[in-house]
Each structure stands twice: as C-alpha cells, then as structure tokens.
C-alpha cells in the first residue's frame, strides 16, 4: 500500500473541506454565537469533526488543535492545527471570502501548511524548505521597499496591542488597509505578491501557524507583533506580523512608536 505524505494529507482534506463549504453557503445561513463576537455554523463543526476523524485515523499518534473541538495533547511530537472556517462572519452572512487553513507542526515549529479558498478554487500550500506554491506554481513575496502605495490586511486590531494608531499613521504614508478578511487568506496574499504585509493581533495559534510557513517560503519574514519569534506555533502567541521582509522592520518600528504594548 502506498504511504500517503503529510502534503498530500493536507491538501485533501483541504479539497474536502472546500466540498462541504461550497455545498453549505448562501444566505440566512443558521450560525449560533460562541460569545458576543463569534458565530458558529454547521460548516463549521462538521469540517471539524471530518479533520478529526482522518487525522486520527490516519495519525493515531499525532493530535489535533482546532477552533472548533480538537484532540491536543503537549506530549505529541507532531500537532495538526486547524482553523475550519476561518472568516466565520463573512461566511455565515453570504460572504464568499472565507478560508480552510490547516497547518502541521513538528515539536512546536510548524513544517507545512495548506489554505484554500474554495469559491475561487486556490490552494495555497507550502512546506519547510521546499518553496510556496498556488494550484501548483510557486509564489513569492513582493519587491515593495516602500509603503506609499502598498496593501496590508489587518485583522483582531485590540486584543494584543491596540493597532488603531498605527494604522492612521501608516495610513498617512500611503498604506491602503484591507480588513474583514480571512486572515489565512491576507497572509496567502502577502505570499503571492499582492499584499506587502498582514497583521494580526490576537493569540490564537489557529489564526496564525498555517501563515507562518507559506509566507516564510515565499521569501518573506514572519515574526510577533512585537517583533518575536514564538518558541512555539501550538500555543497561544502574541499576534503575527507577516511581511515580504522589506518593510518588516518599519512597520514594527511604526507600532512601537504609536502602540505601545497593552
């Protein structure tokens, strides 16, 4: 019987769970909300249970860290990190900018990672060492030295530092801001070029493990909104800066400088 790699794991569940968003999306879709913020689909839950399922099946000894219910044990060499749904809001409303993003990890430094958009059909994945690829072409990070006319994707702009200030500032450098999206879809989109950089301030290693390896090897530099690297990628983080290297520095000088830690 032929061994199936982690890549091809990854990319089919992805395409799998791709099935079931496109299959479950439209309109008044019935969501429940896990606190004031965060809805919660069927979407939701059932790509949870499918990527539970396999990777159990398939990695009894591996364990699984999830948004929605995992199976996450700190004695496991290897931990799969899942965000089923990441864009819950966007979907749950008929929004179609939504992202499945699943990332391995190997004693706490992540090694592959797959983001799909599945109403566009792209499929995002990289592995350590091995380059950042889209539907099979590979991709890299942009040129851009500058920030007057340059894009960044910012997402959870209070929990860990208060971005607000920063992003008037930069704003008034020329930054265009994109918000609301997936952030695994900003951070895939500073692999591809189009944006020069994405940031997130919350601490959930759901939201950020899987953008970490694709931007990484796409060229680009990935550390915490403070400009730290986690010692781990399966714990809670103090939010990710992802960029194409260039203006990582800059952008983490202009933080610094309008806001400051909380």
């Known amino acids: 019987m032929k061994s199936v790699s982690f890549m091809e794991t990854a ?6 769970a791709g099935a079931i968003m496109r299959k479950n999306f439209g309109l008044a879709m019935k969501k429940e909300w896990k606190d ?3 809805p919660v689909t069927e979407t939701d839950i059932a790509i949870n249970d499918m990527v539970l399922k396999a990777i159990k099946k398939r990695y ?8 929605e219910g995992d199976d996450f044990s700190e004695k496991s060499e290897y931990v799969w990190i899942c965000d089923p749904v990441d864009g819950t809001h966007n979907f749950s409303h008929g929004i179609p900018t939504a992202t499945f993003a699943l ?22 994945s990289a592995e350590k060492g091995k380059g950042a690829f889209l539907n099979g072409h590979q991709i890299h990070v942009n040129k851009n030295a500058g920030l007057k006319k340059t ?3 910012c997402g959870k702009t209070k929990k860990v530092r208060n971005l607000f200030p920063f992003m008037d500032e930069t704003y008034d450098y020329g930054v265009s801001f994109i ?12 692999a591809a070029g189009e944006f020069s950089a994405a940031i997130f301030g919350g601490t959930s290693a759901h939201d950020m493990t899987a953008g970490k390896v694709l931007v990484e090897e796409a060229g680009g530099k990935v550390t915490d909104i403070f400009g730290g690297m986690p010692e781990r990628f399966d714990r809670d983080m103090q939010g990710q800066l992802c960029s194409n290297g260039l203006l990582h520095d800059e952008l983490l000088a202009i933080m610094d400088r309008t806001s400051p830690r909380q």
């Open 151 to 153: 894009v960044i994707g």
């Open 36 to 38: 004031h913020r965060s």
């Open 11 to 16: 990319e089919g569940l992805a395409k799998d």
């Open 179 to 190: 918000t609301g999206l997936s952030i695994h879809y900003m951070c895939a989109l500073v």
């Open 60 to 67: 009894p000894d591996h364990s699984i860290l999830s948004e």
């Open 103 to 124: 990332a391995l990890v190997r004693s706490g430094q992540p090694i592959l990672s797959v983001v799909l958009d599945p109403f566009l059909e792209r499929l995002f």
